[in-house]
């Protein structure tokens, strides 16, 4: 096996890309988000103390009987409809049977073999569309905690729904699987089914890829990856496991089916079973629910609460906004922050063009976000602050320079960007006759400069305007600057 | 009233005397109390039976019945004695389903029925016998020993609820609740000359029932004469919002209304095919007996075929076990029941050898017939063609009811109660005891037993009738003219 890491060998591993295609597919583990789990009224919260939120059914106690929850199935519905699948009046839960101490019942009610949803699709980035084959809903197990001398169980987690998202082996790069999740998570927050928090396990994803020779048309072995809890271990998974199924190939040997586990620690992924070992689920329809139907005036019912989703806004914004697409699809990944670039633009009221509020958000505004691991619910600044400030560029009263000082105080300090400008006297000057003088006090004090100026040497005419603002500490309207030194200089008749 | 002993009442007239006071409900259950103590070692009907504890889970209810009496509150079991069979779960209760695997575990909430139960004034008088997890026929396969007949000791009661049967046969209850999956309430009913009520799938619900197997299992009432049951029956039947699978049967009519409806007009069904081999010559003669009894209410006898009825063996043992062997996954010593002694190195180790001590014979060899048949490869071959046969089953007693057939009788039993031990070497003998009952479990059509005479050892027989399903009322009514008409109040000796 390749001890090479990813990082070390990007020309190799580039080369490696023309020789072969991966070919990967992505199986998503989403929770929902509902209040109580899938078939009981315990809660779902995350960090509760150990089996608090438990019940005879949760617990798996004999003599209980499983009710679906209703919101679960709506929220399921949502996303089938987010991405443009089938959606099946008549689904079957079925049991999945095997041993294990976080899973009470001895099996999970999962869709097997007649889900509630199929054939749906998502468009990454680069215009491919990519199918997702079926979404089914199912519970999730409970958490096994190994002490010194004992294990223990915590089944808050044992019941709580989960959409299993199953896309078609259709992504044929690294870059490609971690835009289909970028966009699925963006869809599961705009609908509100999900936090789509991965650390937190409530997005989770295991990965199927084999390799083939580029121009060939039939699959390889592929092998499954199981449960990789980052974006960017998802690249790193995919691309340890192309190294590593490439240099099985190329020194003629082949790639067993299995599945593996990926430590985030090495960046490796490990052998967790093979094919042989795959376990016999014994799967078959779970008798205490019987079939889940989904009526068609439901399924109308829920149309209405689906929101405009992140492809739709990023077109509309590109059109409405004339802004360019990149711009577009970073201020539309979340739908909160889209909501308040929306915010901003709104309150500036046509004095800021769209385009400079989506590139004050995107940098400054993310950027001191980030640094202070700032959530939506409390954003660093609220959109009426950032659109006051932004107004105050628009209308000339500070300039694009002082703004940044500004935003970072009002930030430090939780004051309006009025009374920071007020407080300092940081009011861009706009008097032409102010202006007049200081420019004329430069041309005197740099006669060699204008001298050059006026031979037609081009950097000069930045200095003397650097020279003029220097003098104003950055308070004199930039562009009246330029007018003025340049009338001075070109010897306007009027002056 | 007073004077009369409460053993030799019926419920309703239980009920009626402590509604309006003639007798006091604490004395009922003193009565039952003394009777159960007196006779429970001798036939084995109880598990855990301690009177005084017994007694003292009463008082609760007693005081909740003489407050109802007070505020002339119609309580429709007042004072009625009812014991639970062991798979129903009752709070603070020890639950064992007759297995070692759950001897200490303790019930963490009422069964939707005991709620209902308690509601209508009914006071629970223990927990009874049976084949572990509901699994067998004779009551032999219960960890706590077998229930023995009241008719005569050296016989089965029949099972799985062979311990509320023999219980209310014996007089130490009123009322007992047993559950039905392939004849289970039926069969012992038959045995032990009680009657018996296996509802229409999804009638009662399941919540709090332990589950052999879901699709099959329901809650039914065993008594000793129609209208009791009836009366229970209508109180169990609720739309249940914690049973999925529970009918919202809110608009039917009352069963024990409809029971003095003449009989005249309804059509019973007779398969030849059902009376053939292996049926005793006794219970064949009384059956046929029972049917005249019948033309004389004015019913009219029809013969029909039940053609795919001869496969419902196979099949329930496929969909049954299949059922079971993942209901009974979570007994694997982790959480509750018992854990092995010697639970050996392993995660595996510990499941095998908890499942090994803890659970008996029969249920280990359903468990793996289950597993068997639900296994990649054989799934098709059999889990699915059962399912299968199980729709043409269901379609056979469409079609006879189509046909013009209101009600369907058999035997309920091939045999009566057979000596104990008789057949404990050869399970498929004991199987084909359920021949004439597992049909209505695969089809969820209700069905009942009722007492038509005694063989000549003098053991009880039964005579099955099955109907459209949620037409219970017919199946009661039935019941109830043919006991009018007949007045068989033989009782077994003590």
């Known amino acids: 096996m390749s001890s090479t890491s990813v990082g070390q060998s990007d020309q190799s591993f580039k080369r490696l890309l023309a020789r072969y295609e991966p070919v990967i597919g992505l199986e998503v583990h989403c929770q929902l988000n509902t209040a109580s789990k899938l078939f009981c009224s315990c809660k779902t919260e995350f960090g509760s103390l150990p089996n608090q939120n438990t019940c005879p059914l949760c617990l798996g106690l004999p003599g209980v009987l499983p009710v679906i929850n209703k919101t679960a199935v709506d929220y399921a519905i949502r996303m089938a409809l987010a991405v443009g699948a089938r959606i099946r009046e008549k689904s079957v839960f079925a049991r999945k049977q095997y041993f294990y101490p976080d899973l009470p019942k001895g099996y999970q009610l999962t869709q097997y073999d007649l889900p509630y949803c199929e054939h749906g699709s998502l468009t990454l980035d680069n215009g491919r569309v990519i199918k997702i084959e079926r979404i089914h809903m199912e519970e999730d197990a409970g958490k096994n905690i190994h002490g010194d001398n004992a294990s223990y169980v915590d089944l808050n987690r044992a019941g709580v729904p989960l959409l299993e998202i199953v896309s078609a082996p259709e992504m044929y790069s690294p870059e490609e699987a971690v835009d289909y999740l970028r966009k699925l998570r963006a869809i599961v927050r705009y609908l509100g089914i999900s936090d789509g928090n991965m650390e937190e396990g409530s997005f989770r994803c295991d990965v199927n890829i084999s390799l083939r020779p580029r121009g060939a048309s039939k699959l390889g072995t592929r092998t499954e990856i199981k449960n990789v809890n980052s974006f960017r271990n998802v690249e790193k998974a995919i691309a340890y496991e192309i190294l590593r199924q490439s240099d099985l190939l190329d020194s003629g040997e082949t790639v067993r089916q299995a599945t593996l586990l990926f430590d985030a620690a090495t960046g490796r992924t490990q052998m967790m079973r093979s094919k042989e070992d795959a376990p016999d689920y014994r799967y078959f329809p779970e008798p205490d629910l019987g079939p889940l139907f989904i009526s068609s005036e439901r399924i109308k019912t829920i149309q209405f609460l689906i929101p405009e989703l992140p492809e739709a806004r990023k077109k509309r914004f590109q059109e409405s906004f004339v802004i360019p697409e990149a711009d577009a699809a970073q201020l539309t990944e979340e739908h909160e922050l889209a909501a308040f670039f929306e915010d901003v633009v709104r309150l500036v009221d046509g004095k800021v063009a769209p385009k400079i509020v989506a590139n004050w958000i995107n940098t400054e505004f993310l950027r001191e976000m980030n640094n202070r691991q700032a959530q939506w619910a409390s954003p660093i600044l609220s959109a009426g602050d950032l659109a006051e400030l932004l107004r105050l560029i628009g209308e000339g009263t500070i300039s694009g320079k002082i703004a940044k000082t500004v935003f970072e105080e009002m930030i430090e300090k939780k004051v309006s960007a009025k009374s920071i400008i007020d407080a300092k006297g940081l009011v861009q000057i706009s008097d032409t006759g102010e202006i007049k003088s200081v420019v004329a006090d430069i041309i005197a004090q740099f006669p060699e400069q204008v001298v050059q100026h006026r031979a037609g040497k081009p950097k000069v005419f930045g200095f003397l305007v650097g020279q003029v603002l220097k003098v104003s500490q950055g308070r004199f309207n930039p562009a009246l600057v330029n007018q003025s030194l340049k009338d001075a200089l070109d010897g306007d008749p009027k002056s | ?494």
């Not at chain 2, 006794?282 to 009825?309: A, Q, R, W």
């Not at chain 2, 109907?467 to 043919?482: D, F, M």
């Open chain 2, 1 to 494: 009233m007073a004077g009369i002993d409460p053993i030799q009442m019926s419920a309703c007239a239980i009920a009626s005397a402590v509604n309006e006071g003639s007798i006091k409900a604490a004395d009922v259950v003193s009565s039952f109390l003394q009777r159960t103590e007196d006779l429970h070692r001798e036939l084995n009907t109880h598990v855990f039976w301690d009177k005084e504890a017994v007694q003292n889970e009463t008082e609760k209810q007693l005081d909740y019945i003489e407050a109802a009496r007070r505020a002339q509150k119609y309580l429709p079991l007042a004072g009625v004695p009812i014991a639970i069979k062991d798979n129903i779960m009752a709070e603070g209760s020890i639950v064992s389903c007759g297995s070692k695997f759950l001897q200490n575990h303790r019930a963490a909430f009422d069964a939707t029925v005991i709620k209902q139960l308690k509601q209508a004034g009914a006071v629970l008088m223990g927990r009874t016998n049976m084949d572990e997890f509901g699994m067998g026929s004779s009551n032999e396969n219960s960890a706590f020993g077998p229930v023995r007949n009241p008719w005569n000791r050296s016989h089965v009661s029949g099972g799985s609820s062979g311990g509320s049967a023999a219980a209310v046969a014996a007089g130490m209850t009123t009322l007992a609740l047993g559950s039905d999956t392939g004849g289970s309430v039926r069969q012992p009913a038959s045995f032990c000359g009680v009657l018996g009520l296996k509802p229409s799938y999804g009638a009662v619900s399941r919540y709090g029932l332990v589950a052999y197997a879901s699709s099959f299992d329901q809650i039914g009432p065993i008594g000793t004469n129609a209208r009791d049951l009836a009366r229970t029956f209508d109180l169990l039947r609720t739309h249940d919002p914690l049973d999925s699978t529970s009918v919202d049967t809110s608009a039917f009519e009352k069963t024990e209304i409809q029971l003095e409806r003449p009989l005249k007009g309804l059509t019973i069904g007779i398969a030849d095919e059902l009376l053939q081999e292996g049926l005793d010559e006794d219970v064949k003669k009384s059956f046929f007996e029972s049917l005249e009894v019948y033309k004389e209410l004015g019913c009219t006898i029809k013969k029909i075929t039940l053609p795919n009825l001869r496969h419902s063996i196979p099949t329930y043992y496929i969909l049954a076990t299949a059922e079971a062997s993942s209901n009974l996954a979570r007994f694997d010593g982790i959480r509750f029941g018992v854990r092995a002694s010697k639970p050996g190195a392993s995660l595996k180790d510990l499941y095998a050898q908890s499942r090994s001590e803890g659970f008996g014979r029969e249920v280990k060899q359903r468990i793996m017939l289950g597993t068997y048949v639900l296994s990649s490869g054989y799934y098709d071959a059999y889990y699915a063609k059962a399912n299968r046969m199980r729709e043409l089953i269901r379609r056979d007693f469409a079609a006879a009811f189509e046909y013009g057939v209101d009600l369907i009788a058999t035997p309920t039993a091939p045999t009566t109660a057979f000596v104990l031990g008789q057949k404990t070497d050869n399970s498929l003998s004991m199987y084909l005891m359920d021949i004439y009952t597992i049909a209505a479990n695969l089809s969820g059509i209700p069905a009942l037993s009722l007492p038509i005479g005694l063989d000549r050892k003098g053991l009880p027989i039964g005579l099955q009738l099955m109907g459209k399903t949620h037409h219970e009322g017919e199946l009661l009514r039935s019941a109830y003219q043919y006991e009018q008409y007949k007045r068989w109040t033989e009782r077994p000796k003590f």
